[in-house]
């Protein structure tokens, strides 16, 4: 059980990549049907896949994928994160730490109090560069010569669109928004306890909260944290 433990970070990491790989290499070749359910149901499933690839990465960030080998962990992170529409691990690694350093404040690169669409839009500006766009064109245009446009355009790119938004939706916007009491040391909120829920909006990071007090604890480990901070109110 131990070693079950020790090495449970990248066992989950191996068990998201390869589910992802694995929807998206049937989905992008199927010749499927618009008026086919699981289509659709598949669409949302690697969506979740996707939240599930960036969730890793940032416990990479955090250094829980795999405590014992460093190298090993922040390998993982980066090839999530490559996985996740070209996104640059060293950028996201730089940005997060100054959001639990600084976060709610000025100094916070996550956080901007407003409107949601101008949260919204500040908050991919942050992150989207031409490099990725240009990466994501070059291979859309690539695949396109052995697979179907809209196979690529419906289980490759849209699901990491939707994931985007279900991330800051559930991971950021809903955690930060509005005033926090001052007291409020983490200038977090959490949702309320619900596993099933928790894990299929954002892999438990609606317990936003608990993340921020515990950043050492991988994904999983949240929905304990949770239990741990309702039982001493």
């Known amino acids: 059980m131990d070693k079950v433990n020790k090495f449970q970070g990248i066992i989950w990491a191996v068990v998201l990549i390869t589910l992802w790989t694995a929807n998206l290499v049937y989905w992008i070749q199927v010749d499927f049907s618009w008026s086919d359910p699981f289509v659709y149901l598949s669409i949302l499933f690697q969506t979740h896949l996707y939240t599930g690839l960036f969730i890793t990465s940032h416990d990479a960030i955090h250094g829980v994928v795999s405590t014992e080998n460093p190298r090993l962990n922040h390998a993982i992170g980066r090839f999530c994160t490559l996985l996740f529409a070209f996104n640059d691990y060293s950028t996201l690694r730089a940005k997060h730490h100054l959001h639990h350093a600084h976060v709610n404040t000025e100094g916070d690169p996550d956080v ?19 490099k ?9 245009n690539v695949l396109k010569i052995w697979f179907p446009m809209w196979n690529l355009i419906l289980f490759w790119e849209l699901p990491a ?8 939706i559930f991971g950021t916007y809903l955690p930060h928004r509005g005033e926090h009491a001052p007291d409020n ?18 892999y438990f990071f609606g317990y936003h909260f608990e993340h921020h007090a515990h950043p050492y ?12 901070s309702l039982a001493k109110t």
């Open 112 to 130: 901007h109090q407003g409107p949601f669409l101008l949260w919204w839009f500040k908050f991919i500006w942050q992150y989207v560069t031409w």
């Open 132 to 140: 990725q766009v240009l990466a994501m064109a070059v291979t859309y």
């Open 161 to 168: 669109i939707l994931s985007t938004l279900q991330l800051f």
């Open 185 to 202: 040391k983490q200038q977090s909120r959490s949702q309320g306890r619900n596993h099933v829920w928790a894990f299929i909006s954002c």
């Open 217 to 228: 604890l991988p994904w999983y480990k949240l929905p304990k944290a949770k239990d741990e």
